[in-house]
C-alpha cells in the first residue's frame, strides 16, 4: 500500500486511506476518484476499484483492482461549472431588470 499512496495526490490521500481502509475493515469493495502525480509530475484524475483478498485467518493479503484515467471528464465538468457561474453572475449583476413569463392563448 506505501508504494500506491506514494502516487496519490497529498491532498486526497487521507480520503483514499479512510476509503480503503473501510474496505478492508468490512470487507467490501473499495471505489474512489482521487487524482494521481505521475513521475513526471503531471496530475491526472483516476476513478479506482478494488477488492481486498484475505487470509483464512481473516487477514488481508493483497489489493487488486484498477483505476482509470478520467481527467478528461473532470476538466469538462470544471469547465461547465466555470460556465455556468458567468452566467449566473452576469444575470444577478446586469443593470436591466428582466422578467421571464409565460402567456397561454
Avoid at 476518484?33 to 483478498?53: I, K, L, N, P, Y
Wanted: charged share 30%.
Amino acid at each position: 500500500m506505501e508504494e500506491f499512496f506514494r502516487y496519490v495526490h497529498r491532498e486526497d490521500r487521507q480520503r483514499v486511506s479512510q476509503a480503503a481502509t473501510d474496505a478492508r475493515v468490512n470487507h467490501k469493495q473499495c471505489e474512489a476518484e482521487f487524482r494521481v502525480v505521475r513521475q513526471d509530475g503531471a496530475v491526472r484524475w483516476v476513478t479506482a476499484r478494488g477488492s481486498f483478498h484475505f487470509t483464512k485467518s481473516g487477514q488481508a493479503r493483497r489489493m487488486l483492482g484498477m483505476a482509470m484515467d478520467i481527467t478528461g471528464r473532470k476538466d469538462a465538468e470544471e469547465g461547465l461549472r466555470n460556465s455556468e457561474e458567468k452566467v449566473s453572475k452576469a444575470f444577478r449583476e446586469s443593470p436591466m431588470a428582466l422578467t421571464l413569463t409565460s402567456a397561454t392563448f
